[in-house]
């Protein structure tokens, strides 16, 4: 089994949409559970920054008339209000999520943190080679970012722990819980893409440097 050692001043937490959109009840991207692991978050960028770690944050948003939603759009329901809509209210980050200063908060239009965004320039810039990744959605952005990463040779730790998503249909069209959504991400991450931790784990190496 893969085991990252974390160097603190050589890593990234990367706290992936943890945006109001996901908190506003009835709206359209509502998710019940997204409360169930901020405060996992909340503990990781503690621990991040105590660790003198870099702490980057992502909001997902798109233009009001989808024009740059591009093959995304073709899985959104029609008749659905729009969500993650630019210069809304609901694409801020939570108010129990407030960057520090010299904390990096960048904007993206597609599931990955690196495609056509900053966060690579970021990286590169402060010579960072670990990125720990939490955040919303499962098996869209975080799982998606983390295989993309993989692929630019990053060291990849995904918080078991710290993410979350919706129930999705399954082939068959049968509802599928996100606890399996859950357990199937992992299961594909950690044979061959990120070593997979919890909080407690994270935490433990940012303070020890192991």
Request: proline share 4%; aromatic share 8%; charged share 25%.
């Amino acid at each position: 089994m893969t085991v990252y050692a974390i160097d603190p001043r050589r890593t990234a937490l990367l706290v992936i949409d943890a945006q109001k959109e996901y908190f506003k009840a009835g709206g359209p991207a509502y998710l019940p559970a997204a409360r169930g692991v901020l405060g996992n978050i909340r503990a990781l960028i503690e621990a991040a920054r105590k660790a003198k770690t870099l702490v980057v944050y992502a909001q997902h948003m798109n233009r009001a008339d989808g024009s740059d939603a591009g093959r995304m759009g073709d899985f959104s329901d029609p008749n659905a209000a729009a969500s993650f809509v630019e210069g809304s209210p609901e694409v801020e980050l939570v108010d129990e999520l407030s960057p520090l200063r010299g904390e990096v908060v960048f904007r993206k239009r597609r599931y990955s943190c690196f495609l056509n965004t900053e966060l690579e320039c970021v990286l590169r810039t402060r010579d960072v080679h670990t990125v720990v990744i939490t955040g919303y959605m499962t098996s869209f952005c975080c799982e998606t970012t983390a295989r993309d990463a993989h692929g630019r040779d990053y060291r990849v730790l995904f918080v078991r722990d710290a993410n979350e998503g919706p129930d999705l249909a399954g082939p068959d069209g049968q509802p599928i819980g996100h606890a399996k959504v859950l357990e199937n991400t992992l299961t594909a991450l950690g044979n061959g893409f990120a070593e997979i931790v919890s909080t407690a784990e994270v935490a433990e190496r940012f303070g020890t440097g192991r």
